[in-house]
């Protein structure tokens, strides 16, 4: 046999299935078999593989074991002349194999060889090249001099960014998600090391290799894509931890061979120590982001609030000490904040949500508001309070308008999940397959995608969403404004897709792969599910008693609000008797008669609604409003102004209704109808 492919898995279904796909639609390079080592995944992985994939190999282990021990398990199992360890959330290319394979059979002194790996975005993953770590190079990698310096071959040895990475070079490592080598190597220098528990190993059997003087060899005349670190994710350890512990573990074993160890030995320890710090604080860096920004929103808000009242009303000139005499006020708003954000959850997963936001501001002002009332040391002036207030509205909500704009027109990237926040697809192909993806984008619930339409060399099904052809296709991403591209694996192979990501990698477009037949994306940090959410044993906040009188609450207050503002609209429509009657569907297949303002203006012939939302016909945040002229859709939310169908479309197809009230009645709640509101109202 060729080649023994080994894979060890650990909670990467969706991974491991499209890794297994790109292997099978490689080009022929000889006999070859695939050993997956399942570290007692909990997803359905091995499953997947009993069903999809029947002839491969399956090691399940009853416990994990770590990468090292799984991986010498599947060498012990291996029937191949050559070795290939593969991670499971890559995609090779078509001639990956065959290439490699000719290349290292022609060379008896290479001892590994890998590929070139980019990340899913198209760029250079650095760690597909490497140099041992020295000290000095993995000092200067860990205080972040080689990503100042990537061209000098003193800063940059650790990753060899100086090597240019579009040619072969014989280096000292190179990535354990795809290491290729002869079986006789395993003979020569012994199996992994089973001390270093994940991380670390493959850099340990490089060293070992070179020390047979076998070449490690970085070929980039083939690609692959890795999404690094999959598996990671769902390990219940503390993966910084181990990292940090097997590149402590990798210098104690070779210390003997580096004479500056012992003297460097303490500054290397203490930048370990410091990226570790820097590690944990990354994983929380957007919730810490978010809370910088919002506490400077509300110092910068404070101090115009105060410059701006006592220099225009009071007439005195605001000081430094003005300022501290009026700290205890400051203290207050913020803790009020604090305590708003905590219970409203805006840090949690809603960071980016202007309407949690803007309804936290809101509970913050009315928790100063009262301790100032009832505290004589904080009542200073509520002006200045107030003023406050408005600032940090329109701060706190507009940085975070800013970060989507940025993201709509490319600016930045983003991993995003809340629901409501608004991306611009489009998907590559126009035939059965990618049609079919497009339907379930335009009906997701869990995400807000607008479908801008569809690239193809031809408009195979006619549709009237076709964008152009796919070689003009970063012209069309820039003139579109579109923000995700949805590659129907079907549509593409893997060197095809690499070749792509190469073309968009100035556009900063996110890319996702849909695996033939599913309802699911796979990017980068996330598998998204399409297909719905099902009613199943889930409770219903939605018709909890507290839930309906906080909704019904919240329309009378708003609509007598609203309708007292727009009183003179409506005496003038009413008097003249410029309206119409029509009767809609409602709740247990009941009907309901609602009045229109006839004007040529869409939002004053609504306004007539608001008497249907005071008396309880209507809500503002509900079902799809329909006419009685339609089938019964047999609602059972009450129909509203507004709400997730009217967000995706005017008119959406009723058999898709019930979907939209399950989703809205699982994830109800009166922030949840103030976001939907605010969509509405923005449009962002």
């Given at each position: 046999?060729?080649?023994s492919i080994?894979i060890?898995?650990?909670n990467?279904?969706?991974?491991?299935?499209q890794?297994?796909?790109?292997?099978f639609n490689?080009?022929e390079?000889g006999?070859?078999?695939?050993?997956?080592?399942?570290?007692?995944?909990?997803?359905?992985s091995?499953q997947m593989?009993?069903?999809?994939f029947p002839?491969?190999h399956?090691i399940?282990?009853?416990e994990?074991?770590?990468?090292?021990?799984?991986?010498?398990?599947?060498l012990?199992?291996s029937?191949?002349?050559?070795?290939c360890?593969?991670?499971?959330d890559t995609?090779?290319?078509d001639?990956?194999?065959?290439?490699l394979?000719?290349?290292?059979?022609?060379n008896?002194?290479?001892g590994?060889i890998?590929?070139?790996?980019l990340?899913p975005?198209g760029t250079l993953?650095?760690?597909?090249?490497?140099?041992?770590?020295?000290p000095f190079?993995a000092f200067?990698?860990?205080?972040?001099?080689?990503?100042?310096?990537p061209k000098?071959?003193k800063?940059?040895?650790?990753?060899?960014?100086?090597?240019?990475e579009?040619?072969?070079?014989?280096?000292?490592?190179?990535?354990?998600?795809?290491m290729?080598f002869?079986?006789?190597?395993?003979?020569?220098?012994?199996?992994f090391?089973?001390?270093?528990f994940m991380?670390?190993e493959?850099l340990?059997?490089?060293?070992?290799i070179?020390?047979?003087g076998?070449?490690?060899?970085y070929?980039?005349?083939?690609?692959?894509?890795?999404?690094?670190?999959?598996?990671?994710?769902t390990?219940?350890?503390?993966?910084?931890?181990?990292f940090?512990?097997?590149?402590?573990?990798?210098?104690?074993?070779?210390s003997?061979?580096?004479?500056?160890?012992?003297?460097l030995?303490?500054?290397?320890?203490?930048?370990?120590?410091?990226?570790k710090?820097?590690?944990?604080?990354?994983?929380?860096?957007?919730r810490?982001t978010?809370?910088?920004?919002?506490?400077?929103s509300i110092?910068?808000s404070?101090?115009?609030?105060?410059?701006?009242w006592?220099?225009n009303?009071h007439?005195e000139?605001?000081?430094?000490?003005t300022?501290?005499?009026?700290w205890?006020l400051?203290?207050d708003?913020?803790i009020?904040?604090i305590?708003?954000s905590?219970?409203?959850?805006?840090?949690?997963?809603?960071?980016?949500?202007y309407?949690?936001?803007l309804?936290?501001?809101?509970f913050?002002?009315?928790?100063s508001a009262?301790?100032?009332?009832?505290i004589?040391?904080i009542?200073?002036?509520?002006?200045?309070?107030i003023?406050?207030?408005f600032?940090?509205?329109i701060?706190?909500?507009?940085?975070?308008?800013?970060?989507?704009?940025?993201?709509?027109?490319?600016?930045?990237?983003?991993?995003?999940?809340t629901p409501?926040?608004?991306?611009?697809?489009?998907?590559l192909g126009?035939g059965?397959e990618?049609?079919?993806?497009?339907?379930?984008l335009?009906?997701?619930?869990?995400?807000?995608f607008?479908?801008?339409?569809?690239i193809?060399?031809s408009n195979?099904?006619?549709?009237?969403?076709?964008?152009?052809?796919l070689e003009?296709?970063?012209?069309?991403?820039?003139?579109?404004?579109?923000?995700?591209?949805?590659?129907?694996e079907k549509?593409i192979n893997?060197?095809e897709?690499?070749?792509l990501l190469d073309?968009?990698?100035?556009?900063?477009?996110?890319?996702?792969?849909?695996p033939k037949?599913e309802?699911?994306?796979i990017?980068?940090?996330?598998?998204?599910?399409?297909?719905g959410?099902?009613?199943?044993?889930i409770?219903?906040?939605?018709?909890d008693?507290i839930?309906q009188f906080?909704?019904?609450s919240?329309?009378i207050?708003l609509?007598?609000?609203l309708l007292?503002?727009?009183s003179p609209i409506?005496?003038?429509?009413l008097?003249?008797?410029k309206?119409?009657r029509?009767?809609?569907?409602?709740t247990d297949?009941?009907?309901?008669?609602?009045?229109?303002?006839?004007?040529?203006?869409?939002?004053i012939?609504?306004l007539?609604l608001?008497?249907?939302?005071l008396?309880g016909?209507?809500?503002?945040?509900?079902?799809?409003?329909?006419?009685?002229?339609?089938?019964?859709?047999?609602?059972i939310?009450?129909?509203?102004?507004?709400g997730?169908?009217?967000?995706?479309?005017?008119d959406?197809?009723i058999?898709?209704?019930?979907?939209?009230?399950?989703?809205?009645?699982m994830?109800?709640?009166?922030?949840?109808?103030?976001?939907?509101?605010?969509k509405?109202?923005?449009?962002?």
């Amino acid at each position: 046999m060729k080649l023994s492919i080994i894979i060890v898995s650990y909670n990467v279904s969706s991974y491991l299935r499209q890794c297994l796909q790109s292997i099978f639609n490689s080009y022929e390079f000889g006999t070859f078999e695939i050993i997956v080592v399942d570290n007692y995944s909990h997803d359905d992985s091995c499953q997947m593989l009993k069903d999809e994939f029947p002839k491969i190999h399956l090691i399940r282990n009853k416990e994990n074991l770590g990468f090292s021990k799984a991986v010498n398990m599947g060498l012990e199992n291996s029937r191949g002349e050559y070795i290939c360890l593969l991670n499971p959330d890559t995609l090779v290319s078509d001639d990956t194999f065959k290439k490699l394979l000719d290349y290292i059979t022609k060379n008896e002194k290479i001892g590994c060889i890998g590929p070139k790996i980019l990340n899913p975005d198209g760029t250079l993953q650095l760690a597909c090249k490497r140099s041992f770590p020295d000290p000095f190079s993995a000092f200067f990698k860990l205080i972040g001099l080689s990503r100042l310096f990537p061209k000098s071959r003193k800063f940059g040895k650790y990753n060899l960014t100086y090597l240019d990475e579009n040619k072969i070079h014989n280096v000292d490592a190179i990535s354990g998600s795809f290491m290729l080598f002869p079986k006789i190597i395993k003979d020569k220098i012994g199996k992994f090391d089973e001390s270093f528990f994940m991380y670390g190993e493959d850099l340990d059997f490089c060293h070992r290799i070179k020390q047979i003087g076998r070449q490690i060899i970085y070929n980039p005349i083939t690609s692959i894509i890795h999404y690094k670190g999959e598996s990671a994710k769902t390990a219940p350890y503390d993966m910084i931890q181990l990292f940090y512990k097997a590149f402590n573990k990798y210098y104690k074993k070779y210390s003997d061979q580096y004479p500056s160890w012992k003297f460097l030995h303490f500054m290397v320890s203490f930048g370990i120590s410091i990226r570790k710090i820097l590690a944990y604080l990354k994983i929380y860096s957007t919730r810490i982001t978010s809370i910088l920004l919002d506490f400077s929103s509300i110092l910068f808000s404070f101090i115009v609030s105060m410059f701006f009242w006592y220099s225009n009303y009071h007439h005195e000139i605001v000081t430094i000490s003005t300022l501290q005499a009026h700290w205890p006020l400051l203290v207050d708003f913020i803790i009020c904040w604090i305590i708003s954000s905590y219970w409203l959850h805006l840090y949690k997963k809603d960071y980016l949500s202007y309407g949690r936001s803007l309804v936290v501001t809101l509970f913050a002002f009315f928790l100063s508001a009262t301790t100032t009332y009832f505290i004589a040391v904080i009542a200073y002036s509520r002006a200045v309070l107030i003023i406050t207030f408005f600032l940090v509205a329109i701060i706190s909500a507009g940085w975070r308008i800013g970060i989507y704009l940025l993201y709509r027109y490319r600016k930045i990237k983003l991993s995003v999940r809340t629901p409501l926040f608004t991306r611009r697809a489009a998907i590559l192909g126009t035939g059965k397959e990618s049609m079919r993806v497009g339907n379930s984008l335009h009906h997701t619930l869990e995400a807000h995608f607008i479908l801008i339409g569809y690239i193809d060399d031809s408009n195979q099904s006619g549709t009237d969403k076709f964008l152009g052809r796919l070689e003009d296709v970063s012209g069309l991403i820039k003139n579109h404004n579109i923000n995700e591209l949805i590659i129907p694996e079907k549509f593409i192979n893997i060197r095809e897709l690499i070749q792509l990501l190469d073309k968009l990698s100035a556009t900063n477009v996110n890319c996702k792969l849909v695996p033939k037949g599913e309802k699911m994306l796979i990017g980068k940090g996330m598998v998204e599910n399409l297909a719905g959410v099902p009613l199943l044993n889930i409770e219903l906040p939605l018709f909890d008693n507290i839930h309906q009188f906080t909704k019904r609450s919240f329309d009378i207050i708003l609509s007598s609000a609203l309708l007292l503002f727009t009183s003179p609209i409506h005496l003038y429509f009413l008097f003249l008797r410029k309206f119409s009657r029509e009767f809609i569907w409602s709740t247990d297949g009941a009907k309901t008669e609602i009045i229109l303002y006839q004007s040529r203006s869409k939002l004053i012939q609504d306004l007539s609604l608001l008497f249907m939302v005071l008396n309880g016909s209507l809500s503002f945040v509900g079902s799809q409003i329909i006419a009685v002229s339609k089938s019964n859709p047999k609602l059972i939310v009450k129909p509203g102004l507004t709400g997730l169908p009217h967000l995706k479309a005017v008119d959406i197809d009723i058999n898709f209704i019930r979907e939209f009230e399950n989703y809205y009645a699982m994830h109800h709640s009166l922030i949840f109808d103030i976001e939907i509101l605010l969509k509405s109202i923005f449009k962002i």
